[in-house]
């Protein structure tokens, strides 16, 4: 079973920043795409970015310009800086990672339980 641990949410007044960081940990050979999503309260979830082993990277449209993701692959952990943050910005983001097994070899799909971001206006 792999394990994501979100942290580094909490609130910020509109025009800060915040550095959101997700450590995965359990039996894992290989982690490939991850990515962050968020979901606000009576909103549907949404993919906020998402990064490939490799680097590429997908940077939704509400946040071009204001959020980099990233990737530390030899800890198994990703990264968004949030910046120029807007009270719209607030949601729980989730962390995901697609994982490849050390023992069975299996590929899963891994959630984090979320961090609070809220952003004041």
């Known amino acids: 079973q792999v394990q994501l641990v979100e942290s580094g949410g909490g609130l910020v007044q509109a025009g800060g920043s915040l550095r959101l960081s997700c450590a995965a940990s359990g039996s894992i050979f290989r982690i490939d795409v991850m990515a962050w999503y968020r979901q606000a309260p009576g909103k549907q979830r949404e993919r906020v970015a998402d990064i490939t082993r490799g680097g590429s990277t997908t940077l939704a449209d509400s946040v071009k310009g204001r959020f980099t993701i990233s990737r530390d692959n030899a800890k198994n952990t990703v990264y968004l800086q949030t910046n120029s943050l807007k009270p719209e910005d607030t949601a729980v983001y989730y962390c995901?990672?697609?994982?490849?097994?050390?023992?069975?070899?299996?590929?899963?799909?891994?959630w984090g339980q979320g961090t609070q971001v809220t952003v004041s206006s």
């Open positions: 995901y990672a697609k994982s490849i097994n050390a023992s069975s070899g299996r590929e899963t799909d891994n």
